[in-house]
T-cell receptor
Framework: NAGVTQTPKFQVLKTGQSMTLQCAQDMNHEYMSWYRQDPGMGLRLIHYSVGAGITDQGEVPNGYNVSRSTTEDFPLRLLSAAPSQTSVYFC???????????FGSGTRLTVV | AQSVTQLDSQVPVFEEAPVELRCNYSSSVSVYLFWYVQYPNQGLQLLLKYLSGSTLVKGINGFEAEFNKSQTSFHLRKPSVHISDTAEYFCAVSRTGNQFYFGTGTSLTVIP
């Protein structure tokens, strides 16, 4: 049981490049979310999904797209990377509102 | 909207001393409450959670938290900290629905 798997762990992008951060969970969780973590700002929700085919925006969605074609996978796409997107990104999944999130180990992204 | 306030951004404490990390939330309805720990360069791990019942909740690594409905607080405590407890601690709130709300985190540093 691997839990939540994120790839890659580290990435450096040039401004304007696009990329996809991968997230997969093997726990059959309904809810999946993407957060970014920046110093002094805690965790901010980018996008979330309550099931396959259903996604919605969080607190800071601009510049990011998501899709949920299967229960297991929830990729995050950066359309045109900007230095402001330099951050640590966490994917998380849970099975209900009274259950805590299980987090991936994170992707550290630097945009130069 | 829900909000979570962690009053202390940094808490230094000597080894074997007690510690309390404070968390307050805004809500007039029933909520679920969580504490997470993040060790350096890792994802978040669930420490403990309050769903209902006894207001004193025990978690992993000797931590416990007390739910106080009248003060809308969920403070985390440990009677004797170890060097290995040095980490970032996040309080989170959820209620029926899709959103989790995280505090901005408290950095606990245990001093030898």
């Amino acid at each position: 049981n691997a839990g939540v798997t994120q790839t890659p762990k580290f990435q450096v992008l040039k401004t304007g490049q696009s990329m996809t951060l991968q997230c997969a969970q093997d726990m059959n969780h309904e809810y999946m979310s993407w957060y970014r973590q920046d110093p002094g700002m805690g965790l901010r929700l980018i996008h979330y999904s309550v099931g396959a085919g259903i996604t919605d925006q969080g607190e800071v969605p601009n510049g990011y797209n998501v899709s949920r074609s299967t229960t297991e996978d929830f990729p995050l796409r950066l359309l045109s990377a900007a230095p402001s997107q330099t951050s640590v990104y966490f994917c998380a999944s849970r099975t209900g509102s009274n259950y805590g999130y299980t987090f991936g180990s994170g992707t550290r992204l630097t945009v130069v | 909207a829900q909000s979570v306030t962690q009053l202390d951004s940094q808490v230094p404490v000597f080894e074997e001393a007690p510690v309390e990390l404070r968390c307050n939330y805004s809500s007039s309805v029933s909520v679920y409450l969580f504490w997470y720990v993040q060790y350096p360069n890792q994802g978040l791990q669930l420490l403990l959670k309050y769903l209902s019942g006894s207001t004193l909740v025990k978690g992993i690594n000797g931590f416990e938290a007390e739910f106080n409905k009248s003060q809308t607080s969920f403070h985390l405590r440990k009677p004797s900290v170890h060097i290995s407890d040095t980490a970032e601690y996040f309080c989170a709130v959820s209620r029926t629905g899709n959103q989790f709300y995280f505090g901005t985190g408290t950095s606990l540093t245990v001093i030898p």
